[in-house]
């Protein structure tokens, strides 16, 4: 007599003589386990169904991972820039400030320059106003020689 025949049905295993009663026929067997088949064979498709969306959905995946990336390695270039610009920037209003500085120091100096004179000039005008004032001949030729002149009545 040969070993029973051992079937996996679950985590559970059967023997062949548990899985069918000793005294049904052969057809009845064979329908038995033509109907399991069938039953694996919707799973078994249900199975593949779901590893097909699976991979459709990872292909998916993929496919934003590379766009997010993509935009990621664009924002980053787009941050340099940005960083790269505002440094040139700050360099730029640097060299500015100090140009503007440098002009502003020479225009403080020339405008001391200017007050120095000016109060010597304010000076000068006081001391020759003042000598003129003084001066009786400067008052003379100055004023113009009055003629007298008469008031004749007519006769």
């Known amino acids: 007599m040969k070993p029973p025949e051992l079937f996996v049905f679950g985590s559970k295993f059967l023997t062949h003589n548990k899985m069918f009663n000793q005294n049904a026929s052969a057809d009845t067997k064979i329908a038995v386990l033509e109907e399991r088949l069938s039953a694996y064979e919707v799973m078994m ?7 097909q969306l699976m991979g459709k959905t990872s292909q998916n ?16 270039k787009t941050d340099d820039l940005i960083s790269k610009m505002i440094t040139d920037l700050k360099e730029e209003s640097k ?29 000068i005008f006081a001391v020759v106003s003042f000598a003129v004032s003084q001066s009786g001949m400067v008052v003379d030729i100055l004023t113009p020689d009055s003629e007298q002149t008469r008031i004749e009545r007519a006769k």
């Not at 995946?61 to 980053?76: F, N, T, Y």
């Open 61 to 76: 995946i993929s496919k934003m991972l590379a766009v997010h990336e993509e935009k990621i390695d664009q924002c980053s």
């Open 95 to 123: 060299e500015h400030c100090e140009a503007v500085n440098t002009r502003i120091e020479k225009i403080e100096v020339r405008l001391d320059e200017f007050v120095k004179y000016r109060w010597i000039i304010v000076g």
């Open 45 to 51: 498709n249900k199975i593949d169904e779901a590893i």
